[in-house]
T-cell receptor, first 114, second 114 residues
Framework: NAGVTQTPKFQVLKTGQSMTLQCAQD?????MYWYRQDPGMGLRLIYY???????DKGEVPNGYNVSRLNKREFSLRLESAAPSQTSVYFC?????????????FGPGTRLTVL | DAKTTQPNSMESNEEEPVHLPCNHS???????IHWYRQLPSQGPEYVIHGLTSNVNNRMASLAIAEDRKSSTLILHRATLRDAAVYYCILRDFINTGTASKLTFGTGTRLQVTL
């Protein structure tokens, strides 16, 4: 069981470039999440997907789009990267959306936008 | 989500117990108390959660005050591998199938020394 995997691990972009962060889970979970973590801060929710075929905005969705490709995969796209999007991005999944469910996190993608 | 207050940092000696406090004076009756931790350069991982009664698992114990306005995460014998940022998070009980989000604060940075 790999759990939650993310690619790439590191990425450097120039302002205005686009990229997609990939996330996959092999635990047959229904719900998936994208968070960002800025230096010295806690994680903030960008988007989430309660189940396959649905997505909803989180706390900081501006500048991002998501796709729930299938039950396993949930991607995050930056259409036109900005320096303010320099951060560490974490993907997570949980079996259901019930609040007592544990969320399992991936190892993160460190993104720098120059 | 109700707010939590944690000390910014704590220190412990290896193999000694550690008590990590969390205040949540505005907790509602349906809020679960969750603890996650984040080891250096990794994604957060679940530690424990509870509602009213004290809880134990292989990682830690959670002691919840009778009025539920505070809780304490107890690591019975700290090791160097327990050095991490510990987050106390309140999650309202949601049972509608809608994904339940984690709202992270800045947590407590635990340092463990020999």
């Amino acid at each position: 069981n790999a759990g939650v995997t993310q690619t790439p691990k590191f990425q450097v972009l120039k302002t205005g470039q686009s990229m997609t962060l990939q996330c996959a889970q092999d635990m047959n979970h229904n719900s998936m999440y994208w968070y960002r973590q800025d230096p010295g801060m806690g994680l903030r929710l960008i988007y989430y997907s309660a189940s396959e075929g649905t997505t909803d905005k989180g706390e900081v969705p501006n500048g991002y789009n998501v796709s729930r490709l299938n039950k396993r995969e949930f991607s995050l796209r930056l259409e036109s990267a900005a320096p303010s999007q320099t951060s560490v991005y974490f993907c997570a999944s949980s079996k259901t959306g019930i609040s007592t469910d544990t969320q399992y996190f991936g190892p993160g993608t460190r993104l720098t936008v120059l | 989500d109700a707010k939590t207050t944690q000390p910014n940092s704590m220190e412990s000696n290896e193999e000694e117990p550690v008590h990590l406090p969390c205040n949540h004076s505005t907790i509602s009756g349906t809020d679960y108390i969750h603890w996650y931790r984040q080891l250096p350069s990794q994604g957060p991982e679940y530690v424990i959660h509870g509602l009213t009664s004290n809880v134990n698992n292989r990682m830690a114990s959670l002691a919840i005050a009778e009025d539920r306005k505070s809780s304490t995460l107890i690591l019975h014998r700290a090791t160097l591998r327990d050095a991490a940022v510990y987050y106390c998070i309140l999650r309202d009980f949601i049972n509608t199938g809608t994904a339940s989000k984690l709202t992270f604060g800045t947590g407590t940075r635990l340092q463990v020394t020999l």
